[in-house]
């Protein structure tokens, strides 16, 4: 069934210029991607994507927003990403935004201690 959201509802609404989303910090990245559906006639409304690496940069900016639920990515990110930011400027419509993916490179750290195993005392029944 087709809606405004991508894998599962909700997804965040983008309705006025100047709406912003910013992620919290992740490291070591290789891409992103997200969905994107805009909601009426888009007009020359845009999505400014950008990402922070000792100051904001753009990835892209989308001009041409799908009024079609739509995967939009693999987008490469500097590796020294640390953060991103999404940036809606309204001229018509709405924008439901979901599902951001970012792949991060993962260097396990040698000799690393694993997690302790839970332990469960068990209790008498009385």
Not at 76 to 82: F, G, I, R, V
């Amino acid at each position: 069934m087709a809606g405004d959201f991508g894998h599962l509802s909700p997804s965040i609404k983008l309705d006025a210029s100047g709406d912003v989303i910013e992620t919290s910090e992740f490291g070591t990245p290789e891409w992103l991607q997200f969905w994107v559906k805009g909601q009426g006639t888009m007009g020359t409304s845009s999505l400014l994507v950008e990402e922070n690496y000792g100051g904001w940069s753009t990835v892209t900016s989308i001009t041409e927003l799908p009024t079609t639920g739509t995967i939009l990515g693999m987008l490469e990110l500097d590796s020294h990403t640390t953060a991103l930011r999404f940036s809606y400027t309204k001229v018509t419509g709405d924008l439901a935004f979901d599902d951001v993916m970012v792949k991060c490179l993962f260097t396990p750290t040698p000799g690393g201690t694993p997690p302790p195993t839970p332990s469960v005392t068990p209790t008498a029944n009385a």
